[in-house]
Nanobody, 116 residues
Framework: QEQLVESGGGLVPPGGSLRLSCTAYGITFSDRLMNWYRQAPGKAREWVFSISSSRIKQSINSVKGRFTISRDNAKNTVYLQMNNLKPEDTAVYYC??????????WGQGTQVTVSS
């Protein structure tokens, strides 16, 4: 069964750091484009960061210089390292394969809360 499982969320003060992990099960991971999305309270879900099979990375402007993405194909895992977190980064973060396409695979999400 294909499945994505996220972990690593939590409560941090502004300026803090978190590393999110997403492990894929039942999927040929190494050749997949992996995405991170987030959804803040009362807002639409937005794409945050992607890493291709060849490790080409793309992100939204608001996280450039603060977030990084990486993947470990041996562990079927993609990571999102988040530094200098801001209150506006508060959201549920989702791992994804397939983007917004019908049939895309989503994880269950992990809550990130940035607050003093």
């Amino acid at each position: 069964q294909e499945q994505l499982v996220e972990s690593g969320g939590g409560l941090v003060p502004p300026g803090g750091s978190l590393r999110l992990s997403c492990t894929a099960y039942g999927i040929t991971f190494s050749d997949r484009l992996m995405n991170w999305y987030r959804q803040a309270p009362g807002k639409a879900r937005e794409w945050v960061f992607s890493i291709s099979s060849s490790r080409i990375k793309q992100s939204i402007n608001s996280v450039k210089g603060r977030f990084t993405i990486s993947r470990d194909n041996a562990k079927n895992t993609v990571y999102l390292q988040m530094n200098n977190l801001k209150p506006e980064d508060t959201a549920v973060y989702y791992c994804n394969i397939g983007g917004e396409l019908t049939g895309a695979l989503w994880g269950q999400g992990t809550q990130v809360t940035v607050s003093s």
